[in-house]
């Protein structure tokens, strides 16, 4: 560790003339990765993505090019060119190293993916062959390249104009990066495996690199701000899809997310492992399809929808009290089991609700059909609005619908989280005995954490019954091979990070857009759910997005880890004065 | 002089016949104990002799088979949250706090039972709720202040020093705002010099009007500390009384070394060998200046 240190400081001041050349080297092969993207790599177009074109870079290539980019500027950074040197503040070794291995891995699937799937390498042309030497050489030379990680120093200060053109730009980066995924073709999974490869390197070159946390101390400093940018991309993003199922993959993302982030106040903030949450959608869509006029309903009401949306938590909410009443005494595995059991007891239920094996109030195994667009105030959700020359489609005003109670969910995430209430959650979490012997009624504060998400899962649920059109008691199982089920949910919530607020909306969109994009997947999902969940475990057990409590708690290495001196005789310094 | 003004006035804590019976096995048999205000009462006894216990009766984290408790005049309800809300807070043995929380974090759910912004209030952030949080903040910080931890409130606790972390449960049991302060064991694993410190803490906190009844193995920190102590022995208590009458007991001597039991080594064998190490160590001794010359 101690040479290690000793290196970097020694390159810091006057780098090994080695070194100057390796990283000269790396920069030279990024410039020709991304030289050759603008070269036909093979010549079928029947390959996704037209890569036959000699002059600008097509499908696939566009990655390389970006990561290529990526390398070119990073090594010049590692070599101190003026104006790039804030892109490495924590060291360039290893985010350059990760973002070389990202564009030969990149590359090289492109090609082999070409060789595989046209039927041999004769398929390359010489500028797929000059692609695979040009994104070899960064790797071999970054892995050379003596590693020269530093702390995080203080950043220099921008004026405030400039710190908001940054998150600016970052939330239009941060768009463009979803949009790519989003619209990469559904008929293919070359383009989104591609994709997730040079996600997945990219992100973690950008971690290393220490810009994520300079982000973040940037986002703390203007919260309202940067709330308002993730709130205007959210925004932006249906009128940015040029294909309706797009967005359509856009409702589906919010709808989850917000059902997980509801389960990420039971599971993530309370600890009760409830394995049978989609049930409480379930009541909320069953609910929202009854009341709402259509024609299989056994109760012929048309409830206005700002009516069936209440009617439809309430309903969830006297599911979530009574269901948790009795099974919220019990702890741990206990709790996990009679929760599975009231999952499945649900969709048992309804199934059998259809009048012949039981009073007729849900259509049986049937479901309830056809359910009438939204309408709210006469704004009808099926058809197409124009305003100012921007057109809102069906799949756009339901997206827009969605975002606003994700927008609310948030709300109610963060400032139930951040008070008594958040604090008696974590707390029962913790030690459940030890919050007890604190005064916190445990029962009553784990039922609202119940009742809470169950009401945030119906609120969900009724927008999700006129989005499908149907509701069936088949959709509400504990695991299957399409979402909602109560296993996507709670790996959602595990994916991404527990008690946090990014972490299961982005666990939410990967695992929803991951199957969605790769249908060779969908068959094995379980399987490949299965894997993805230990692999996290073994490496990444706090989740994608991190909160600060568990990543100390799962890595020794916090800053405040360490009790430093200063602390340590600051407080018997205290102890004397509370003596006196 | 304190204690006969003490004595006077009525009890914090009144037990009367608290009897604990798990299936066959009594660990507390009818056990009075009486703790008055501005009080520290130590109650000893070898391990096993169901001192904790009687512990989790007080604080209805055990329901007793027999006996009441009541604080102040009124039964206590056998549930430990209620218990925490009439004011009679607790440590545990082996610590147990909210490890992934900070220290704050930790005092804030302390003062969960006096103060009661509940969810709608959370949501809604109005006026009253950012008053009371920050009141309960500054309370939390004025009991950290009071027990040397202000300057790692932002540490989880977890990461603080052992010695620390039982500072921060006597400081998380305080926020409750307790009449009485129930310490088990509070200098358990303890150096002299931390035993020292938590001595003038449980002081400071007299200082501050709250009773303190404490559970220790510890005696001389026990006879230091302690206006009254009570022994216990077997799940029933011994004596009760001040510590040179505790300490001069012979019951009390006999239940933690042991008594005489037939046919022990008599005093002409204890005498032979006495003298015998006597022999023995001038001999080493003379053999060293031996040595030295």
């Given amino acids: ?580 | 002089m304190t204690t006969t003004t003490v004595a006077k006035a009525a009890p914090v804590l009144t037990a009367t016949g608290v009897t604990m019976r798990f299936g066959g096995l009594t660990a507390v048999r009818s056990v009075d104990l009486d703790v008055h205000p501005g009080e520290i009462v130590g109650l000893i006894g070898p391990n096993g002799a169901g001192k904790t216990t009687f512990f989790n009766c007080l604080t209805g984290l055990y329901i007793p088979t027999e006996g009441r408790v009541s604080y102040r005049g009124t039964v206590l309800p056998p549930k430990p949250h209620l218990v925490t809300q009439a004011g009679v807070a607790r440590t545990f043995q082996n610590i147990r706090l909210f490890a992934n929380m900070t220290v704050l974090e930790n005092v804030l759910v302390g003062r969960h039972t006096r103060t009661k912004e509940g969810l709608w209030s959370a949501l809604l952030r109005g006026p009253g709720f950012k008053r009371a949080e920050a009141a309960s903040k500054q309370r939390a910080m004025q009991l950290l202040e009071f027990t040397g931890l202000a300057d790692k409130a932002d540490h989880l606790s977890r990461n603080l020093p052992y010695g620390e972390q039982r500072k921060l449960e006597i400081a998380r049991a305080l926020a409750s705002d307790p009449g009485l302060l129930l310490l088990d064991e509070p200098t358990a694993g303890m150096n002299p010099q931390e035993t020292r410190a938590t001595e003038e803490l449980v002081f400071a906190i007299r200082e501050t009007g709250t009773a303190v009844l404490v559970i220790e193995h510890d005696m001389r920190f026990i006879f230091n500390l302690c206006d009254r102590v009570a022994v216990l022995v077997q799940g029933e208590k011994l004596v009760e009384g001040s510590s040179d009458v505790v300490q001069s007991d012979e019951r009390v001597i006999a239940a933690y070394l042991g008594t005489p039991f037939e046919g022990a080594p008599g005093a002409e064998e204890a005498a032979a060998v006495e003298a015998a190490e006597d022999q023995a160590a001038q001999q080493s001794t003379s053999a060293r200046t031996e040595d030295g010359q």
């Fill in chain 1, 1 to 580: 560790m101690t040479t290690d240190i000793s290196k970097a400081t020694g390159t810091a001041t006057a780098p090994a003339p080695r070194t100057t050349l390796l990283r000269a080297l790396t920069a030279a092969g990024g410039l020709a990765a991304m030289a050759s993207t603008f070269l036909a790599w093979t010549w079928t177009s029947d390959f996704p993505g037209d890569l036959t074109v000699y002059g600008y870079p097509g499908g696939l290539q566009i990655l390389t090019l970006a990561l290529g980019l990526a390398t070119l500027a990073f090594a010049l950074a590692a070599l101190n060119v003026r104006g790039l040197r804030w892109l490495t503040p924590t060291g360039s070794t290893k985010p350059l190293r990760l973002l070389a291995l990202g564009t030969f891995a990149t590359t090289w699937f492109t090609l082999i993916a070409i060789a595989v799937s046209q039927g041999g390498l004769v398929n390359l042309e010489p500028g797929g062959w000059v692609a695979a030497v040009a994104t070899a050489v960064p790797v071999a030379t970054t892995l050379l390249l003596p590693d020269d990680t530093r702390p995080l120093c203080r950043p220099v200060p921008l004026p405030s104009w400039a710190d908001i053109l940054i998150i600016a730009a970052v939330f239009t980066l941060g768009l463009y990066v979803v949009n790519y995924g989003i619209q990469t073709d559904e008929d293919n999974p070359e383009p989104f495996i591609g994709y997730l490869i040079a996600l997945c390197f990219a992100a973690t070159a950008l971690l290393r690199a220490g810009l994520i946390t300079r982000l973040s101390g940037l986002t703390s400093a203007y919260r309202s701000l940067t709330l308002v940018a993730a709130l205007v991309t959210a925004i932006v993003f249906p009128f940015t899809q040029d294909k309706a199922s797009y967005t359509e993959l856009g409702v589906n993302i919010a709808i989850f997310a917000t059902v997980a982030l509801g389960l990420n106040i039971v599971v993530g903030l309370a600890g009760l492992l409830d394995l049978g949450y989609v049930a409480f959608l379930g009541v909320g869509a069953y609910t929202a399809a009854l009341v709402s006029g259509s024609a299989a309903s056994t109760i012929h009401v048309t409830f206005p929808f700002w009516a069936a949306m209440l009617t439809g938590a309430l309903v969830s909410l006297i599911f979530g009290v009574v269901i948790g009443a009795p099974t919220l005494r019990l702890r741990g595995d206990y709790l996990a089991i009679v929760t599975l059991g009231f999952g499945e007891i649900f969709r048992i239920a309804v199934s059998n609700l259809d009048g012949t094996s039981g009073p007729s109030v849900t259509n049986g195994p049937n479901g309830v059909p056809n359910i009438p667009p939204l309408k709210i105030f006469g704004f009808s959700f099926d058809d197409d609005h124009s305003f100012a020359g921007l057109t809102l489609d069906s799949n756009s005003n339901y997206y827009l619908l969605m975002l606003l109670v994700t927008v609310i969910v948030v709300l109610i995430f963060s400032r139930a989280g951040n008070s008594r209430i958040g604090r008696a959650w974590v707390a029962i979490r913790e030690d459940e005995t030890a919050a007890t012997a604190m005064g916190i009624n445990g029962f009553r504060v784990k039922l609202i954490a119940f009742a809470l998400g169950a009401t945030l899962a119906g609120v969900a649920g009724t927008i999700w019954a006129h989005v499908q059109t149907t509701v069936v008691p088949e959709q509400y199982v504990f695991a299957g091979p399409v979402p909602p089920n109560s296993t996507f949910l709670l790996a959602a919530v595990i994916l991404g990070g527990m008690g946090t607020i990014g972490g299961p909306l982005l666990g939410a969109a990967l695992l929803f857009l991951i199957p969605e994009k790769l249908e060779f997947l969908q068959d094995y999902q379980l399987l490949a759910f299965g894997i993805a969940l230990i692999l996290l475990m073994r490496f990444r057990p706090e989740g994608i997005i991190p909160n600060r409590r568990q990543q100390l708690e799962y890595h020794e290495t916090g800053q405040l880890d360490v009790p430093d001196q200063a602390a340590l005789s600051g407080s018997t310094v205290g102890v004397t004065k509370a003596e006196a």
